[in-house]
């Protein structure tokens, strides 16, 4: 007789709408699925935007936004948690309270500072609240080259590293695909001192949704179980796979393919 328990991991997604669905909380459902985990949502923002152009930005309003996060929080168990663009610091802030009651789950953050097409997202309440109140209570977070050295003030990456570890967060993994260079390495540092380095072959073109795919899969790696670093590889193999069989959707940034990715990974299983 089926007992109904859920055999599946439950991630909980916290992130803002893209409706092109290349990044955003569409995108962390779609890795979420195809890396085998099940998930649930908390809405921060809408944006207004497409491939090609970056509008506006409307934020959750925080009493709808903490309603929902009491609900799901007292009614579901959840394996990992992330986090991506928050709206605005009142959410973020929100979100630091929520955080505790989650039982010591791993939690990955992507601190979204720009959108793809550059667009400035986070004013100068946000920033304090993703650098001062979320970062410490995360299990890994996931900055380009460009977030990880403005949320540290620092000018190198290994400098950079440093003090996000300082500042609190168990792991830095970041990543070096905006970077001008021959390839694309990723490095991961934890707060016990070493450091693991990834290099992946740089594909042709500029894509939408990368960090949501590489962020969504860490947490569903986690879920699973693996460890940091193991979690950490198969996220970035994922995020290539998706990237290699992306497309053009509309008339702008690249898409990536998660639903290709996923077939990808089922075969290595």
């Known amino acids: 007789m089926p007992t109904h328990e859920n055999s599946k991991s439950t991630v909980l997604i916290i992130a803002g709408h893209d409706p092109s669905g290349a990044a955003g909380i569409q995108a962390d459902i779609e890795t979420m699925f195809a890396c085998g985990v099940r998930c649930a949502s ?23 936004f903490a309603a929902q996060a009491d609900l799901l929080l007292a009614d579901m168990r959840f394996s990992a948690c992330k986090i991506g663009l928050l ?40 920033f304090e609240a993703i650098r001062d109140r979320l970062l410490p209570m995360c299990t890994v977070i996931t900055p380009n080259t460009a977030e990880a050295r403005h949320l540290s003030g620092c000018e190198t990456d290994s400098e950079a590293a440093q003090r996000l570890l300082a500042l609190g967060a168990k792991n830095v993994l970041i990543t070096g695909a905006d970077e001008d260079t021959p390839s694309v390495l990723n490095t991961l540092y934890n707060c016990h001192g070493t450091q693991k380095q990834y290099e992946y072959r740089r594909l042709v ?48 940034q690249l898409h990536p393919d998660r639903m290709q990715a996923a077939n990808k990974e089922s075969g290595r299983k």
Do not use: K
Not at 45 to 63: C, G, I, K, M, W
Not at 93 to 119: K, W
């Open 42 to 64: 908390l809405l921060t923002a809408t944006t207004t935007q497409d491939t090609v152009h970056f509008v506006s930005l409307q934020p959750q309003r925080v009493e709808d």
């Open 87 to 126: 709206g605005n610091s009142d959410i973020a802030e929100c979100v630091g309270s929520l955080i505790p009651r989650l039982a010591g789950i791993p939690v990955v953050l992507d601190p979204i500072l720009r959108t793809g097409t550059g667009t400035v997202v986070t004013d100068a309440a946000l």
């Open 205 to 252: 073109g500029v894509f939408h949704g990368t960090g949501c795919t590489l962020s969504a899969s860490l947490a569903a790696y986690l879920a699973h179980g693996f460890d940091m670093e193991e979690a950490a590889r198969r996220a970035q193999e994922f995020t290539w796979s998706a990237l290699a069989a992306g497309g053009r959707v509309g008339r702008g």
